[in-house]
């Protein structure tokens, strides 16, 4: 089992920048995959972008070339740099443990989400 915790997200003008945080504690974290989602009012939690144990990621399109997934497994956390923020990437971004990378399918065990974190994009 893992627990995770999120941190890192606030309000941001449109353009700008964040960088979210997640740490995770309670079992072996080198060996999972990892990844970022989120969850707009009203929508369905979506993928953003995920990381496999090896280092290889996954994005989805609407975030390629504007977000960056990145671990430190010496400190036990997964990493999401936001760039050129849009209103439209306002959302609750939740990480998650045990995704499938291909797929970007997300882990159902007990712990593998974390409480999430807020992102408001907004001028």
């Known amino acids: 089992q893992v627990q995770l915790v999120e941190s890192g997200g606030g309000l941001v003008q449109p353009g700008g920048s964040l960088r979210l945080s997640c740490v995770a504690s309670?079992?072996?974290?080198?060996?999972?995959?990892m990844g970022w989602y989120r969850q707009a009012p009203g929508k369905q939690r979506e993928p953003v972008a995920g990381?496999?144990?090896?280092?290889?990621?996954n994005y989805a399109d609407s975030v390629k070339g504007r977000f960056t997934i990145s671990r430190d497994n010496a400190k036990n956390t997964v990493y999401l740099q936001m760039t050129d923020l849009k209103p439209e990437d306002t959302a609750v971004y939740y990480c998650?443990?045990?995704?499938?990378?291909?797929?970007?399918?997300?882990?159902?065990?007990?712990?593998?989400w974390g409480q999430g974190t807020q992102v408001t994009v907004s001028s």
């Open positions: 998650n443990a045990g995704l499938t990378l291909a797929t970007m399918i997300p882990g159902r065990g007990r712990g593998s």
């Open positions: 990381i496999g144990s090896s280092g290889d990621t």
């Open positions: 309670g079992s072996i974290f080198s060996i999972y995959n």
